[in-house]
């Protein structure tokens, strides 16, 4: 893609603000400077946003009070004002009921943020799983010139001689306690050894994904996605970050510029290469709908369904972020794709220059973590979009996660009509329920949960696990975390709160999921469905008022990105009328 520098020098739009003698500009200029700047600060250069998620209670993000004042170098270095501000940090480990139904009003919250303030541009600091996709909606509606430095996973987990991963090692570990084959005791013990420094979550969990989907969407400077936390590569990634973003303001290189449906192919078959979160499908989504980029459930299958994942990570495959970082990262799974001819080589980046010359002398280091396209992890990657009457709008499933005996299967439904009832019942040992059965859960969706937590993993029943089984069919219309694995069937739409078909299955209903043909299907007669449909009444009431009733009314389906319905669209970066 071919990009045309705006001119240099040109008013910006912080000289709404800073540049003239009025009263008003006095006024903005003068309150500034009881921070200690200097006058010269304000003769024109860029204004330079530094969004940051720091937050104590958002561990992945506990760190970036660091970067963002190396991101403040930078910017001094290049000749930009750096200011930083704080926006509403949405972090996965501790939010109730799930950090998913806080995501848009992050994304309201950095777009306001940048749209009602004199920033020229904007380096975005995120790192827990929703604030990344959180910040690049909200700059996308704007359009301000805009770049993401990711905070960096955290060091491996050791336990034991063994390595753990943050997430997988917790999901793995709980069955084994039901099973039998580990002690509480020894569960406790494996805790501290989880989380060792600070950073986001050390597997190609959807922090990591999203590190990575903004790298490869060209929205985050080469290599930024792997780079551990404490590295002091990290730090000097930020440092670069606040250099390049005041040469994208002098040049106006914008979001539009870089999200095309180019970017997001990229990101789609990276995500099956990287064996990436089915998070992922979400987020991208809302962001294309945020830059008016036609991005559907359909080109995720058909772009990702022959990328093979050749990251070999947990919860797909052995290793963890830091042996990812040592063997090259995400550019040498990006030219692994080019060189495939399956990436768009000329998609624009940050760096004013195409995605192809940035990755053009990369190596890999380590061929066992990233590996040769003939030794893949598996030859069909990506995210699997699964439709029948059972999802009309589509599900999603991880193939590189899942069990290949289980992608084809029939089996008998066990059915929880929500989390609570799930569990309530799952530890009683008079459940019928066996290997070969099929579990189902409702009302986790979008406005079920409401939110759509990560529950779709759901654990399987103590009396089957003592078998020495350790998967079974899942189907929820909820959200998995990225961190974890199995024949997961996710995101079910329409979802059961607003009346899909996933609303009227009953226990002993038999369902049919065959993952290479990409159905789903209930074996209920047309009528029948239709007979229960029409008995059917919402389970889920309207909240009475504040954020959950908002949420309620305007949440859209997993199918398109879950996004607020008034939030579709690019609203610019005009400047708003003076305060005063």
Known sequence: MTFKKA??????????????ASRDHIYHRSWMKN??????????????????????????????????????????????????????????SALRPTAMMYRNLAAMDVEEAIRANPCDGVVLLA??????????????????????????????????????????????????????????????????????????CNTMGTASTMASMAEALGMALSGNAAIPAVDSRRRVMAQLTGRRIVEMVKDDLKPSDILTKQAFENAIMTNGAIGGSTNAVIHLLAIAGRVGVDLSLD????????????????????????????????????????????L???????????????????????????RPVDQALTSHGGIAVLKGNLAPNGAVLKPSAASEHLMVHRGRAVVFEDIDDYKARINDENLDIDETCV?????????????MAEVG????????????????????????SGTAYGTVVLHTSPEAAVGGPLAIVKTGDYIEID??????????????????????????????????????????????????????????????????
């Not at 022959?306 to 963890?320: E, F, Q, R, W």
């Not at 654990?459 to 959200?479: E, F, N, Q, T, Y």
């Not at 309207?542 to 009314?553: I, M, N, Q, T, V």
């Open 127 to 200: 790192g827990c799983d929703k604030t990344t996709p959180a910040l690049l909606m909200g700059a996308a509606s704007t359009d301000v010139p805009s770049i993401l430095v990711s905070g960096g996973p955290m060091l491996n987990g050791h336990w034991r001689n063994q390595s753990i991963g943050s997430g997988t090692a917790l999901w793995q570990m709980s069955e084994m306690v039901k099973s039998g084959e580990l002690t509480q005791l020894d569960f406790l013990d494996a805790e501290q050894a989880m989380s060792r420094s600070p950073g986001s």
């Open 457 to 480: 993993n759901m654990g399987l029943p103590p009396k089957v696990l003592r078998k020495g089984i350790k998967d079974m069919v899942r189907i929820s219309d909820a959200r998995m």
């Open 439 to 451: 579990m189902v859960m409702k009302n986790c969706g979008p406005r079920g949960y409401p939110g």
């Open 299 to 342: 080109d995720w299958d058909r772009l990702g369904r022959d990328i093979p994942t050749i990251v070999n990570l947990m919860p797909s495959g052995k290793y963890l972020m830091e042996e990812f970082f040592y063997a090259g990262g995400l550019p040498v799974v990006l030219k692994s794709l080019l060189d495939g001819g399956k």
């Open 35 to 92: 921070q200690g700047l200097p006058a010269d600060l304000f003769d024109g250069r860029p204004v330079i946003g530094i969004c940051n998620t720091w937050s104590e209670m958002t561990p992945c993000n506990a760190h970036l009070r660091d970067l963002a004042q190396r991101v403040k170098h930078g910017i001094y270095e290049a000749g930009g004002l750096p200011l930083e501000f704080p926006v509403f940090s949405t972090g996965e």
């Open 515 to 580: 993952v290479p043909n990409r159905r789903l299907h209930l074996d209920v007669p047309d009528a029948e469905i239709a007979e229960r449909l029409l008995a059917w009444s919402p389970p889920v009431e309207k909240p009475a008022s504040g954020y959950a009733r908002l949420f309620h009314e305007h949440v859209q389906g997993a199918d398109t990105g879950a996004d607020f319905d008034f939030l579709k669209g690019c609203r610019g970066r005009e400047v708003g009328k003076d305060s005063h």
């Open 7 to 20: 001119q240099w020098p040109r008013p910006l739009r912080s000289a709404h603000w800073f540049g003239g």
């Open 344 to 370: 768009h080589g000329d998609a624009l980046t940050v760096s004013g220059k195409p995605i192809a010359a940035e990755i053009e002398h990369v190596k890999n280091w380590n061929p066992e973590v990233i």
